[in-house]
């Protein structure tokens, strides 16, 4: 892998993957600047054959002068080698990027633009759904009296820097903001629908000082060691690779800081009357978001991934959110919106039986009875745990 840098934007080939990645801000005064570069990828790429990938995600900015020498330089590859093609992997993070770089393919059809988050993730489409906000709503209702009281024994207080990363709806990141009072609050997320609401919710209760901000998490522009706590709830399981939005908290995190995470174990859901029906189906729910490879049993296994990152000092406890912690119909609302995403659209897509989504329906159905039942008991567990980035 060679690498070159230059004060505002870097250059990297990596052969494996015949991958040449190039980010931050590429503005020459003078073509001659980039000799160097160019020369770097002509020679890379000598050797190789079939598809050759141009990672273009962080690539935030780029004046004419570095478009006209970067375009004539893949059109120049295109023409001249037969047996290369080139791919452009560019991202909506960065609005101008599909649309300049889609430019090239008419001068050769051999460039290709690929959208990198346009149907990234297999369960994308699932909670980026402006459904999907009525479930995040009612959860955090739920979590945040307990969590209230767990965050400052894994080094949550008052005046740090904190990125609460895979915001959601950013109602986390408002609790935070009024139990904490942070110095500086970042609240990052993919779902345009979720920010436009945490956005509303924000200027409509005059909530100042919260900076919500559209982003991949596996792939962040946010630059290193920024912050003292970095949060990302219930989302490790949603992500398929769960280990690139880790790597990416680690890195944003501050040496000493800590990165804290929570994550569920739906088939430990649980509730009496009626346990065996409600069991079978979360049972169920677990292969069903499996099939869209999404991790809902990922809340245990929090541990080994935190450590695996090279986090020190993992602290990890569980709590479960239950019936008797408020109103009882608070929890038969989380129930009925999982119901209605999980039967309703997930079931749908992966082709489910009308038989298979009758009984899928009534496990929940009896979780709900098992909750409003004045002698039930229904639980839903998480798990928190968090790590230190080393000094
Ligand atoms: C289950 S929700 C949890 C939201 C919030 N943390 C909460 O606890 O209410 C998962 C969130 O992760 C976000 N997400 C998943 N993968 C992401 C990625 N690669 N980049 C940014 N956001 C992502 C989704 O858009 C969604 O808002």
Same mark, same amino acid.
């Given at each position: 892998?060679?690498r070159?840098s ?5 250059f =990297?080939f ?5 991958? *040449?990645?190039?980010s931050?801000?590429?503005r020459p005064?003078?073509? $001659? ?9 002509? &020679? ?7 598809? !050759? ?5 962080r690539?935030? =900015? ?9 375009? @004539? ?12 093609r080139?791919?452009?992997? &560019? ?5 101008w990027s599909?649309?300049? %770089? ?12 690929e959208?990198y988050? #346009?149907d990234?993730?297999p369960g994308?489409?699932?909670? $980026?759904?402006s459904?999907?906000?009525?479930? +995040?709503r ?7 009296r307990?969590?209230?009281?767990i ?10 820097n ?6 959601g709806? @950013? ?7 009024k ?5 500086r609050?970042?609240? *990052?997320?993919?779902?345009r629908?979720? +920010?436009?609401?945490? =956005?509303k919710?924000?200027s409509?209760f005059? !909530? ?27 989302? +490790?399981?949603?992500f398929? =690779?769960?280990?690139?939005i880790?790597?990416? +908290?680690?890195?944003?995190?501050k040496? @000493?800081?800590?990165v804290?995470?929570?994550?569920e174990k ?10 065996e029906?409600i069991q079978?189906?979360? #049972?169920e ?8 490879k999404?991790?809902i ?7 080994? *991934?935190?450590?695996? &990152?090279g %986090? ?12 008797m912690d408020g ?18 659209d997930m079931?749908n897509?992966?082709g489910?039986?009308?038989? %298979? !989504? ?5 496990? %929940?159905?009896?979780h709900?009875?098992?909750?409003l039942?004045?002698?039930g008991?229904a ?13």
């Amino acid at each position: 892998m060679s690498r070159q840098s230059q004060p505002s934007f870097s250059f =990297r080939f990596d052969e494996n993957n015949q991958e *040449l990645s190039i980010s931050g801000s590429m503005r020459p005064q003078y073509a $001659e600047e980039l000799d160097s570069c160019v020369k770097m990828v002509e &020679t890379a790429v000598a050797g190789m054959r079939g598809t !050759i990938y141009v990672n273009v995600k962080r690539l935030v =900015r780029l004046n004419n002068l570095a478009f006209h020498v970067l375009g @004539g330089l893949l059109v120049r590859l295109c023409d001249e080698r037969p047996d290369l093609r080139i791919t452009v992997v &560019t991202s909506s993070v960065v609005g101008w990027s599909t649309r300049k %770089f889609g430019a090239l393919r008419e001068r050769n059809a051999k460039i290709n633009v690929e959208k990198y988050d #346009n149907d990234f993730y297999p369960g994308q489409s699932f909670v $980026e759904n402006s459904d999907f906000i009525h479930v +995040l709503r009612t959860q955090t209702k739920m979590t945040w009296r307990h969590e209230k009281s767990i965050l400052p024994r894994h080094g949550m207080r008052p005046g740090l820097n904190i990125a609460d990363i895979c915001c959601g709806i @950013g109602d986390f990141a408002v609790l935070l903001q009024k139990e904490f009072q942070p110095a500086r609050l970042v609240a *990052l997320d993919h779902s345009r629908s979720s +920010l436009a609401y945490a =956005r509303k919710v924000a200027s409509d209760f005059g !909530i100042n000082g919260i900076e919500y901000i559209y982003g991949d998490a596996s792939d962040m522009l946010l630059e290193d060691n920024q912050f003292d706590f970095v949060t990302c709830r219930h989302s +490790l399981q949603v992500f398929d =690779r769960p280990e690139l939005i880790l790597k990416e +908290l680690f890195r944003i995190c501050k040496p @000493g800081g800590r990165v804290y995470v929570t994550n569920e174990k739906n088939s430990h859901c649980l509730g009496e009357p009626r346990g065996e029906t409600i069991q079978w189906t979360y #049972n169920e729910v677990a292969k069903l978001w499996h099939h869209f490879k999404m991790d809902i049993e990922c809340g245990p296994k929090s541990r080994r *991934l935190l450590m695996d &990152t090279g %986090f020190d000092d993992v602290q990890m406890e569980s709590f479960m959110v239950t019936n008797m912690d408020g109103d009882p119909q608070d929890f038969a609302d989380i129930i009925e919106s999982w119901k209605n995403l999980f039967a309703g659209d997930m079931a749908n897509q992966r082709g489910d039986s009308p038989e %298979f !989504i009758e009984r899928f329906k009534r496990g %929940f159905d009896d979780h709900i009875f098992a909750a409003l039942h004045p002698k039930g008991y229904a639980g839903w567990p998480i798990w928190v745990a968090s790590g230190r980035k080393p000094l």
